[in-house]
């Protein structure tokens, strides 16, 4: 049997998804040309940027007071240059800056953490600045079926999907989310303007 405060949550939640069904936009945010990440994308850094890379990822584990324990400071939020290849045959690659990101430990996995990529002289397959969470960060699969839901109501959306990471030999699974940028406005049809975090 339920306990009280679980039937007002399944209640709640009820509520909220006919709310979001019955007065969501009819018209969807059309996308003007559509997004096509491949399913792995492979990242090198020098051997100094890479040693740069996971020291950094340790002394952010490592720091920080009783109170501030679990967050990672921004200290340890430098930019690293590395290269993304585009095309692992010819080993085409573009330029690119990488850093971790997250605010809490949980996206500290040593040596592999969530990165925040921004690539400098040209685009990854039309995505300019993008983020490669560790799955258990963002409850795994839930992200990715979070934001599909969004998408199909109507509300513009972050592209996000699972993909494989080779981050200088080592393999993983994170999840891809492109960043609020001017990109993703001008993808969903909307006029340039201020783009607002939280």
């Known amino acids: 049997m339920f306990q009280k405060n679980e039937v007002m949550l399944i209640r709640t939640i009820f509520f909220l998804f006919i709310f979001l069904f019955i007065f969501t936009p ?21 051997n100094k940027n890479y040693n740069d890379y996971v020291r950094t990822g340790m002394r952010a584990f490592v720091d920080g007071s ?5 967050n990672i400071k921004k200290k340890y939020k430098k930019w690293i240059k590395a290269d993304i290849i585009i095309n692992s045959k010819d ?51 839930n992200e990715v079926f979070w ?3 969004l998408k199909q109501i109507g509300f513009p959306t972050f592209y ?27 993808r969903n049809s909307i006029r340039e303007t201020v783009i607002l975090k939280n």
Do not use: C, W
């Open 26 to 46: 009819f018209s969807k945010t059309q996308e003007v040309y559509k997004l096509n990440i491949p399913d792995e994308i492979i990242i090198k850094l020098s």
């Open 66 to 70: 009783t109170k501030e324990l679990n």
């Open 91 to 141: 080993k085409k690659a573009v330029k690119a800056a990488i850093r971790i990101a997250g605010d809490a430990k949980d996206h500290l996995r040593l040596p592999l953490t969530t990165l925040k990529i921004k690539v400098l002289d040209d685009d990854f397959h039309g995505v300019r600045r993008f983020s490669l969470f560790l799955p258990h960060t963002r409850n795994g699969k």
């Open 147 to 149: 934001t599909l839901l």
């Open 160 to 186: 996000t999907k699972m993909i494989d990471v080779n981050l200088n030999g080592k393999e993983y699974k994170a999840i891809f989310q492109e960043s609020a940028s001017k990109e993703f406005l001008e």
